[in-house]
């Protein structure tokens, strides 16, 4: 039974490496796949090798213990693991992934899988968002932190979600002058929302640190805000939102902005896995138990991949996820650790729901997305060519809307606009996200390279 | 509370053909119903390569291939959209001497259907087709036969249906077919019950379980053709390409991807079907042999569909052997989007005449024993 177990782990984030670690630790040897080069996935990306040796307080700030210990865990299991980094997962079939490593594609079997496989930036098209000059909040993230480069020398912030101070300060911190930080959520709304908070105190007080730290710094924070548009020619150069009844505008000369962040579904979905809709997450997620089992005997989820949790959930779901995968499988597991993970996963989850409480989506953004505006930018469809094929009664479904309009048939395969157009579809029908269903996978998941060669062919 | 309609055709499935044959019986006036269980166009005739295309058929298809060529080139004052419908011409490429001379054949054999066909060997082919260079030693064109975009066409020919009076109901299986006394019943579910004088079986891949429920069972098989798509790359490519003998085919859309096919995908279940690993890699490889504008390029999606194919590769058209007022249309094996709206029409004259000006014998279902 043990030998025939070649369980198989999509994503080195804190959720796949401690799902690989529990497995170990039951004497099993997982695959490992991840595209990064380094483990340690969104938030604890390491910096490429070589080259950037700026110490970890500085790339992980807070976070900088808890990155250490999850890249020291990678490192601990690192000869028991067959650990493949650089490898994008594009399909899956009938129990089998297609593996793309430099160039060469492989299929691999897999008996259980467990998907890891995280989120990225959800946001919502607003005029001027094509320019050059707006980031994704987790992009300018990312650039700041590993390309070592800022997106702009004054840069203001937008949107929701913890990432939004998060980012801001990291930004001040690193000598960039913060045009401003513009919060979606009216300040009446995130004071209802501390109570639930108090669920998890030093997060809470990281979170208000943040804020505070940024006024201390001279920053403006303006709440309840919808953005009009980002201008300039060729290049940011202002930002102007409604703000009450007025308007601000601030010179910058780039822009992040996020509405929180979307889970990467795609893999779950091709492996047949049962979808419902997240009124919380407002999306369709693959159905699961607590702890991680979907509708595929034999499939898990763990982490932001099944519904967005934050790090320190992801830690627990990994581990969570591995030991029901081992239970499934008839072997033994320690049920007081499962009991501890189990009550763990439940207090992350309500302080999840307070938290999606002080930074809610904005729901009324999408209905003033103006017609002419691009919204996928892949396949060059506007916001009111989506619209029309709903008002017109043409399309009552994504799917359809997508046949008709090609809105999410582009290289990010709706990955980035999948949300908005949702959004904006049932907009247009007068009905909520929910019921105008969700966009079907399709594999390749993400390009693939035409010259993409089988492994038995690539070796001589 | 179930509701009633009382009509004088109803139609089970709004593919092209189910479509297109609403949409000429309401030209002719008679009262129509057409039930399609996903939604209209949304199958086989949405997600199929867009191939329109007479050259390679079968002589006995060229004449409904004739008409159908006509209702293309009218698309727009049916339809009310052109459908990214373009006559590039379709090349069919020969790697060999002997595959030229099975083109000349055919070219030979198909003379007098009217498709114009035209051999182009060595360097005349060289010149007039730089971008294919010396993959193939000639090719045959076909100047009218072009492409169009599937997903647009063929909702397009249930919704103009509609606009003429038809009753179309997406998202409503039938569940149930019976004769009542000269009348056939629909059911789908508890919601809605249809009576007709007549019935069009154009379920597509799925058209024999009506034929069942007559008792004519059929020998149908479901198969899947795998496509997949590049990004958009610069226009290098107008005609619609084929290959003598089968294998990789390709297309250049007016935003620049290119469309290929080959191989096939396998079923999820008899309502779904996806791509297999193995057919796409193969098919990358031999599109970027053909065409090596593309190597640098991604495939950014792949996908299939589900197809009903007969033995002989040739579809069923014309009336049930069981039952009077009862029409068949499906089977039309990979290549039933060029001559679907053709179908249609030919459907609706059935209806009205009991015959029609389109030679359907080849297509009689009596050509298949009837399989137990
Ligand atoms: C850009 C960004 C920045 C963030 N920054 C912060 C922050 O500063 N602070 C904070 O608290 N939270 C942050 N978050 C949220 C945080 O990252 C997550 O809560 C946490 O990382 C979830 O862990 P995970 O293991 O579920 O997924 P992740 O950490 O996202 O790991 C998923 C991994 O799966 C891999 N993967 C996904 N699909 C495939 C595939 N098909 N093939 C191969 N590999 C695949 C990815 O490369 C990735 O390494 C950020 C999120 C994003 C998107
Ligand atoms: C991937 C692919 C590529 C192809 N490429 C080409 C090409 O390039 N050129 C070409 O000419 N042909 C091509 N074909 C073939 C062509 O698409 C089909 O022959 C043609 O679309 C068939 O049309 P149809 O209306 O009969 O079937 P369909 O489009 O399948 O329509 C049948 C409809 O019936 C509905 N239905 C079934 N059962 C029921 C029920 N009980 N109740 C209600 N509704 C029901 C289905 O939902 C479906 O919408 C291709 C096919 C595929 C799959």
Redesign the pocket.
């Known amino acids: 039974m043990t030998r025939a177990l070649s369980p198989v782990i999509v994503g080195a984030g804190p959720a796949g490496i401690r799902a690989a670690e529990a497995l170990v630790a039951a004497g099993l040897r997982p695959v490992l796949i991840d595209e990064a080069a380094r483990g340690g996935g969104q938030i604890y990306r390491q910096p490429p090798d070589g080259g950037f040796t700026r110490p970890k307080t500085a790339l992980y700030g807070t976070e900088a213990a808890k990155a250490d210990a999850v890249h020291r865990a990678l490192d601990r299991i690192r000869d028991r693991v067959d650990y493949r980094p650089r490898t994008l997962v594009w399909n899956c079939e009938r129990g089998a992934l297609d593996l793309l490593c430099d160039g060469v594609t492989d299929t691999i079997p897999y008996g259980p899988l467990i998907l890891a496989t995280g989120a990225t930036d959800r946001v919502l098209p607003f005029p001027g968002w094509t320019l050059p000059g707006v980031f994704t909040l987790g992009g300018s993230q990312v650039a700041l932190k590993f390309q070592g480069c800022a997106i702009g020398r004054r840069v203001a912030f937008l949107g929701t979600g913890p990432l939004l101070y998060l980012v801001a300060c990291q930004y001040l911190k690193a000598g960039v002058e913060v045009a401003g930080v513009f919060d979606t959520t009216p300040q009446t709304v995130q004071a209802r929302a501390l109570p639930g908070m108090l669920r998890d105190p030093a997060t809470l007080a990281k979170g208000l640190a943040l804020v505070g730290w940024l006024r201390l710094h001279g920053v403006p924070v303006h709440h309840g805000i919808r953005p009009i548009a980002v201008e300039g020619e060729g290049r940011v150069r202002a930002l102007r939102v409604r703000h009450g009844a007025g308007e601000i505008a601030v010179e910058c000369d780039a822009v992040a902005f996020g509405l929180g962040l979307r889970s990467e579904t795609q893999l779950a979905d091709l492996a047949g896995c049962a979808f419902r809709f997240d009124p919380m997450d407002r999306a369709w997620l693959p159905v699961r138990d607590t702890a991680g089992r979907t509708s595929v005997p034999g499939l898990y989820i763990a982490g932001d991949g099944g519904g967005i949790a934050g790090a320190d959930a992801a830690e627990l779901a990994g581990e969570r996820a591995a030991r029901a995968a081992l239970e499934d499988a008839g072997l033994p597991v320690d049920a007081a650790r499962v009991a501890w993970l189990d009550r763990r996963l439940a207090r992350v989850a309500a302080f999840r729901r307070a938290l999606n409480a002080a930074f809610p989506f904005p729901q009324d953004w999408a209905a003033t997305i103006p017609d002419d505006l691009m919204l996928c930018r892949c396949e060059g469809v506007s916001a009111g060519t989506l619209r029309g094929v709903g008002q017109r009664g043409e399309a009552r479904e994504i799917n359809r809307a997508k046949a008709l309009t090609r809105v999410g048939m582009g290289r990010c395969q709706g990955r980035v606009c999948g949300a908005a157009a949702a959004e904006l579809l049932a907009g247009a029908l007068g009905v909520g996200p929910d019921a105008v269903g969700r966009l079907r996978a399709q594999p390749p998941i993400k390009p693939l390279p035409i010259t993409a060669t089988p492994v038995q062919e690539a070796t001589p | 509370m179930t509701e009633h309609i009382h009509c004088d055709v109803a139609i089970?499935?709004?593919?092209?053909?189910?479509?297109s044959a609403a949409l000429f019986l309401r030209e002719m006036g008679f009262s129509v119903t057409l039930?399609?269980?996903?939604?209209?166009?949304?199958?086989?005739?949405?997600?199929?390569?867009?191939?329109?295309?007479r050259q390679g058929r079968p002589l006995e298809q060229l004449p409904l291939s004739q008409r159908a060529h006509a209702i293309w080139g009218r698309l727009p004052e049916l339809l009310g959209t052109d459908a990214e419908y373009i006559r590039s011409g379709h090349l069919k490429l020969a790697r060999s001497e002997a595959d030229l001379d099975s083109l000349i054949a055919y070219k030979e054999r198909s003379a007098g259907f009217g498709l114009d066909l035209e051999i182009i060997a060595g360097d005349a082919f060289r010149r007039r087709f730089p971008a294919l260079g010396d993959r193939a030693v000639g090719g045959s064109l076909c100047p009218e036969d072009g492409?169009a975009n599937?997903r647009l066409v063929?909702p397009a020919f249930a919704r103009a249906a509609a606009a003429r009076g038809a009753i179309v109901r997406e998202q409503?299986?039938?569940?149930r077919v019976s004769r009542d006394g000269d009348r056939f019943v629909l059911v789908?579910g508890d919601a809605l019950e249809v009576r007709a004088r007549v019935l069009l079986n154009?379920?597509?891949?799925?058209?024999h379980?009506?034929a069942t429920a007559f008792d004519e069972p059929v020998p149908l098989e479901s198969?899947?053709?795998?496509?997949a798509v590049t990004e958009p790359l610069p226009r290098f490519l107008d005609v619609n390409i084929g290959v003598e003998g089968g294998g990789v085919?390709g297309r250049q859309v007016p935003r620049g991807n290119m469309v290929v096919?080959g191989g096939r995908?396998f079923a999820l279940d008899p309502?779904r079907?996806r791509p297999q690993r193995d057919a796409v890699l193969t098919l990358m490889r031999d599109a970027a042999e053909l065409f090596p504008q593309i190597a640098k390029a991604h495939v950014i999606r792949c996908?299939?569909?589900?197809?009903?194919y007969t033995p002989d590769r040739n579809?069923i058209i014309g009336p049930s052997r069981t039952t009077p007022n009862l029409f068949h249309?499906?089977g039309?094996?990979?290549?039933?989007?060029?001559?679907?709206p053709a179908?249609g029409e030919a459907l609706a004259e059935l209806v009205r005449d009991g015959r029609s000006t389109a030679p359907l014998d080849a297509f009689r279902i009596d050509r298949f024993p009837p399989t137990p």
């Open positions: 089970v499935g709004g593919g092209i053909v189910g479509g039930l399609e269980r996903d939604w209209c166009g949304a199958k086989a005739s949405g997600v199929n390569f867009g191939g329109v295309r492409h599937p063929s409503t299986p039938v569940d789908s154009t379920a597509g891949a799925w058209s379980r009506i198969l899947h053709p795998n496509m085919y096919g995908g309502d079907a996908w299939t569909g589900v197809e009903g579809p249309a499906f039309f094996s990979g290549a039933g989007f060029q001559i679907g179908v």
